[in-house]
């Protein structure tokens, strides 16, 4: 139910406040492991599950949790705004939940890949619609600004809650490859289950937000096409020089699908009501400069965990478990970098700072990883990943408080979801970019030979190859390194400023959320 209240008056005190934080944190923790945390442990799931065939279907099961979640996220965006975030929130949290439930209890692979895309479609809203929260607890405990803007609390909310989200990045795979090898499998979900239900738990008892008392519309039309984009794209660029060639008709028939239901989403933007992702947001310089940025690091990012990982696995013959343990300097510097960040902006400097010498440092980061070759000391790699950590940090931790300050307060949802989404498609380009450059300049490098037999070959034969991928993989870094480049370039052009949007007059009014 709902009721009026005070704007004067806290909707939450300092200790439920407290534990809010600790509620959202623990969810986005829960997220990004589980959407990385399984890609360590894909064979072992396959033998168990489907000795003769399960292999064959790895890309759906790895795919099943990114789809769901990409696609959703313009409509979560849409229905905090409209419904209030508690209520998306707590859907999002119950789907997670039942989907970890059933992925654990799933005797199949295709019972399997249907559980992953419901946990996926919670776990896009854990990772978005956590950030929108986060934003509100400013407003919830009363140090929040008019019309529920975020005030310093809600900021601080919301990088720590992007710090956290990186740091899962990083470490998920060396969990799931510890779980994989020392426990059985089913760990990885049901893992999930105590932790997600005091959460929500936590939440149905604590939060109270605000909720704008305006009737609005969900353009589910709307919702839809940017669903049927994303998952198209997503299908495309994930497939794409591997199950399929990049000529072959299901390649080319997912580029026709991506390219037409883009347009069509874009028109229906202009026509609807009140549209998922309105065109207007990208008239507001810190958002269009804040989205783009966010796609680019979406990229390299993937370059960066992905190539690395290979490096350390098909070059130096490290295991899965030991080669995750060097993403580990890269979580402290994500960690420690990030949150003195929040501490400075809290005391006056500019976000505008951080972001810049972010995009600087992660380009400067992979300069250095393209330097590297079958001897390379592996303290570079390690120092090379700690200040890569430290330049994602900053990114992450300052540029969604960044685009939250800038948006309206009705559309802070839409703002918040639009940051994941504009990541997710980085993801999807990078790794199709990258994928096919690497593979091209093998190829030019070992004619005939393909990367995927590197760990088969002996002597001579295992050298050339490995000389050939190296030489590829620098060049992949070199690309990655020169898109890093291209977001400082976009990060120096962000306004220094970041007053919020003046907000509609309804907002002026605020219910909360029970």
């Known amino acids: 139910m709902t009721k009026t209240t005070n704007t004067a008056r806290p909707l939450m005190t300092k200790t439920q406040t407290l534990i809010a934080m600790a509620v959202c944190i623990a969810t986005i923790l829960l997220a990004v492991l589980d959407m990385n945390i399984v890609s360590a442990a894909t064979v072992p799931i396959a033998r168990d599950l489907d000795p003769a065939h399960g292999v064959d279907k ?96 809600g900021n601080k909310g919301s990088g720590v809650g992007g710090i956290v989200a990186g740091t899962g990045m990083a470490i998920g795979p060396w969990i799931g490859g510890t779980l994989a090898d020392h426990a059985n499998w089913r760990w990885i979900f049901y893992i999930n289950l105590p932790l997600g239900i005091a959460a929500l738990i936590g939440a149905v008892l604590v939060l109270k937000l605000p909720v704008s008392p305006a009737r609005h519309r969900i353009d589910y039309l709307g919702a839809a096409l940017a669903a049927a984009f994303t998952s198209s794209l997503l299908l495309a660029t994930s497939w794409g020089g591997k199950q399929y060639a990049w000529g072959s008709p299901e390649i080319v028939g997912l580029l026709v699908a991506c390219v037409l239901t883009l347009a069509l989403f874009l028109r229906r933007q202009t026509t609807a009501a009140e549209p998922v992702l309105p065109l207007s947001m990208f008239k507001v310089p810190q958002l269009r400069y804040g989205f783009a940025i966010q796609g680019l690091l979406g990229a390299a990012m993937m370059g960066a965990l992905v190539y690395v990982m290979i490096y350390l696995q098909a070059v130096r013959g490290l295991a899965p478990a030991a080669s995750g343990l060097y993403l580990v300097p890269m979580a402290l510097g994500m960690t420690a970098v990030g949150l003195a960040a929040g501490r400075l902006t809290d005391r006056g400097w500019r976000m505008k700072t951080f972001v810049l010498t972010g995009t600087v440092a992660s380009a400067l ?143 002026s009014k605020q219910l909360v959320d029970a």
């Open 365 to 507: 980061a992979l300069a250095v990883l393209a330097t590297l070759d079958a001897g390379t000391s592996l303290w570079q790699v390690r120092g090379a990943l700690l200040l890569m950590g430290c330049g994602f940090g900053l990114l992450i931790g300052q540029l969604i408080p960044y685009v939250q300050n800038a948006a309206p307060a009705h559309q802070l949802g839409i703002a918040t979801t639009s940051i994941r989404f504009f990541q997710t498609l980085g993801n999807a380009l990078g790794a199709a970019v990258f994928g096919t450059l690497l593979s091209r300049v093998y190829e030019a490098k070992v004619p005939g030979g393909s990367t995927s037999t590197i760990a088969h070959l002996t002597g001579a034969a295992r050298d050339t190859a490995v000389h050939g991928f190296v030489s590829a993989m620098d060049v992949v870094f070199l690309v990655a390194a020169g898109v890093m480049a291209v977001a400082a370039v976009l990060a120096a052009r962000l306004p220094a400023e970041t007053r919020p949007v003046p907000s509609t007059p309804v907002e």
């Open 58 to 153: 790895i890309p759906w099961l790895i795919s099943a949790f990114a789809l769901a979640s990409a696609a959703a996220l313009p409509l979560y965006g849409k229905l905090c705004d409209t419904l209030g975030a508690k209520k998306v929130f707590v859907g999002a949290v119950a789907a997670f939940l039942l989907g970890s439930a059933l992925c654990g209890a799933a005797q199949s692979m295709t019972e399997l890949i249907a559980a992953r895309a419901l946990q996926g479609l919670g776990g896009g809203g854990l990772m978005s619609v956590t950030m929108v929260v986060l934003a509100q607890l400013g407003t919830a405990d009363g140090k929040g600004g008019k019309s529920g803007k975020s005030g310093k609390s």
